[in-house]
């Protein structure tokens, strides 16, 4: 059987030494994510607290993953994704320590957050150095396989973290779920310091002024404030704190007035608004992750109060979920597919989401299963089409940012999905209340089901081949006279990020390494 064109180059620029790292370090936001839920009890009674004042662990690495996953790729963009990469790590490390030493609830909170913005800078930098790679050994086509892989790391293992939470806590205390991030960054550090090609340094005047204005710290400080607002507002629910969202809507207000007229912007709304393809890829990620988060923490609340199931065993009920996405990413991303695995997604979601409104406490266990497997289909698909379009819809020298929005949106409907649960659960969890959620849920998958067969140019999109030609040569149009998907890039190689060498990375043609 003949090999793709595109397949030697592929394998030649992403090695097993360039991607683990990547794979690694991309792994242990999303497992960290889920990973306390099963500690908060324990942590509640060692740090003389009540259980409720526990979930500002949960909300602290939510707000520090929504806000610095951005700020880590716009960081990754002016200064070099393998520096932001090692730094993140080295963060992590801190947050780790920080934690697993930690004697009061105060310092718990500080290490969740250095582990959430360590870990948030991890996964921008490595889409940065992932594109950069690929246009250096002159792919045009996205490289599947690769972001496959990384969203397997980054996305899918997020389930892992309820059982692998639950295992520790019961073996060796809650501590554990901060010490574990210690051998996972260790290594990441290590591999990412002899395999990942070193940044070329940074050029230009480097004052505090010009620094500030590249990175633009007034919008990043903007984007904090707006995010912590509102987080507050929908985590103190069904109690609304409406001072927190008035200052929520005013900081977004000004943040919107000030990206406007900014010369680097770090929240870039004109993009938002002129490339509407990537807002409805960021709204499409967002309203999956709402459901999809939903499962994991509302229905694993339902197992154990009204089911009686152990914290560990409503854990491990959704592993098969986790890893039939993990199954899927991987043969979708490679083949560079969205439109079929989009529509796949939005109607996985609402069947799933009917199904759970059928689900009573005497349910067989085989069937909660089955609509769990039905909501990995959705996890999966989702993850994987959403970011290869992602891929094709930016620039070169914008998919660090981009791609941090992208995970801030999953954060959002991680978040809103936290809030549904907090005011559908407020006093008891019960069949009903479960339905009240699968409801809301329908909806929700209608509006994404709506958003995908709505959109033209996603219904007519063909997959982008991998055996297109490198960029800057003639591509051969498909059968119907139509480009490919991409093919609608911005062709300047200065955006495309071929032909010319980008400040902050070190380039070898051909994808080869220098250690």
């Keep these: 059987m003949p090999t ?33 839920a099963t500690a908060l009890v324990p942590i509640a009674a060692a740090v003389h607290v009540s259980v409720g004042r526990t979930a500002v662990l949960v909300s602290a690495l939510y707000l520090a993953s929504a806000v610095a996953q951005p700020m880590g790729g716009k960081l990754a963009e002016e200064f070099g994704p393998r520096r932001v990469f090692l730094v993140g790590v080295l963060i992590v490390l801190a947050g780790g320590t920080v934690g697993g030493v930690g004697q009061n609830l105060t310092g718990l909170v500080v290490a969740r957050v250095l582990i959430g913005v360590g870990s948030s800078a991890v996964y921008p930098s490595a889409m940065l ?4 790679r690929a246009a250096a050994a002159g792919l045009d086509a ?64 480097r004052t505090f002024r010009e620094v500030a204005a590249r990175l633009d710290v007034a919008g990043i400080v903007g984007f904090g ?6 987080l507050v507002f929908l985590m103190g629910l069904p109690h609304p704190d409406w001072i927190a969202l008035g200052l929520a809507v005013l900081a977004g207000t000004g943040l919107v007035w000030w990206e406007l007229r900014a010369s680097r912007p770090f929240f870039d709304v004109r993009l938002l608004g002129t490339n509407l393809a990537l807002t409805r890829t960021y709204l499409r990620f967002a309203l999956a992750g709402l459901c999809v988060y939903t499962v994991l923490y509302g229905l694993t609340q339902w197992l154990q ?31 560079n597919l969205v439109r079929m695995p989009l529509v796949v997604a939005a109607v996985s979601c609402l069947a799933a989401s009917a199904g759970v409104l059928a689900l009573t406490t005497s349910t067989p266990i085989a069937w909660i299963v089955v609509i769990t497997l ?49 005011i559908v ?35 007519t999109q063909a997959p982008v081949r991998r055996d297109d030609p490198p960029a800057g040569q003639p591509r051969r149009p498909d059968h119907d006279g139509e480009m490919p998907a991409g093919s609608d890039r911005d062709t300047d190689p200065r955006r495309a990020g071929t032909g010319t060498q980008i400040s902050g990375s070190r380039q070898q043609p051909g994808g080869g390494e220098s250690l």
Aim: charged letters at 10%; glycine letters at 10%.
């Design 225 to 230: 404030g707006a995010m912590a607002a509102l």
């Design 129 to 132: 150095l992932i594109r950069r």
């Design 305 to 335: 109060a009204g089911r009686g199931m152990s914290s560990e065993k409503a854990g491990l009920l959704l592993l098969p979920m986790s890893a039939l996405s993990a199954l899927l990413v991987r043969p979708i991303s490679q083949r």
């Design 142 to 205: 996205p490289p599947g396989g690769v972001l496959g892989s990384l969203m397997i790391a980054g996305a899918a293992t997020s389930a892992l973290g309820l059982p692998l939470g639950g295992v520790l806590v019961d073996a060796w205390g809650w501590r554990t779920t901060f010490f574990i991030n210690l051998p996972f960054a260790l290594l990441a550090l290590a591999m990412a310091l002899f395999w990942i090609p070193s940044d070329l340094p940074v050029e230009g005047p």
């Design 374 to 422: 039905v909501f990995g289909i959705t996890l999966g698909t989702t993850i994987s089409a959403n970011q290869t379009a992602l891929y094709t819809q930016v620039a070169a020298d914008q998919i660090g940012t981009a791609a941090g929005l992208f995970r801030t949106f999953g954060f959002l409907g991680s978040i809103a999905s936290s809030a549904l649960i907090s």
């Design 425 to 459: 659960f407020h006093t008891q969890v019960n069949d009903h209340r479960l339905h009240v959620i699968a409801l809301i849920m329908v909806i929700v998958s209608v509006l994404g089901l709506l958003i995908v067969v709505t959109d033209g140019r996603i219904m």
């Design 4 to 36: 793709p064109p595109g397949t030697s180059r592929t394998t030649h620029a992403f090695s097993w030494r360039f991607v683990t790292p990547l794979l690694t370090g991309s792994a242990i936001n999303a497992i960290n994510s889920s990973l306390i």
